[in-house]
């Protein structure tokens, strides 16, 4: 039996998905504008105060973003203005490679 999600389908998961995100950032998500595309979120603040949160939790967002909504690409926007962009992926870790005689 194969199961085919439909537009409504697809509209009601991404709710979902973004209520939870909101969830584990309850003193700013909720109050912020979020646009979600197939590879990418744009948080749209309408407060400073909200951007500096969101960035002091970077890691925690990126991270959650990630897992979340599976999305790449993350960027945070006050004033119509993109203040912060940045992939959800950690950065891999460079291996100091040692040459031995």
């Known amino acids: 039996m194969?199961?085919?999600?439909?537009?409504d389908d697809r509209s009601i998961l991404e709710q979902h998905q973004l209520e939870r995100l909101q969830s584990y950032f309850v003193?700013?998500?909720p109050l912020c504008l979020l646009h979600l595309s197939s590879?990418?979120?744009a948080?749209?603040?309408a407060e400073?105060?909200?951007?500096?949160q969101l960035l002091y939790q970077m890691d925690k967002l990126r991270w959650q973003v990630r897992?979340?909504?599976g999305i790449k690409h993350l960027s945070i926007y006050y004033a119509q203005e993109e203040i912060y962009k940045t992939v959800t992926t950690p950065p891999t870790?460079?291996?100091?490679v040692i040459n031995r005689i």
């Open 2 to 7: 194969v199961l085919t999600f439909t537009a």
């Open 27 to 29: 003193d700013t998500l």
């Open 39 to 41: 590879r990418h979120l």
């Open 43 to 45: 948080i749209h603040c």
């Open 48 to 52: 400073p105060w909200m951007v500096d």
């Open 67 to 69: 897992v979340i909504l």
């Open 93 to 96: 870790k460079k291996r100091k």
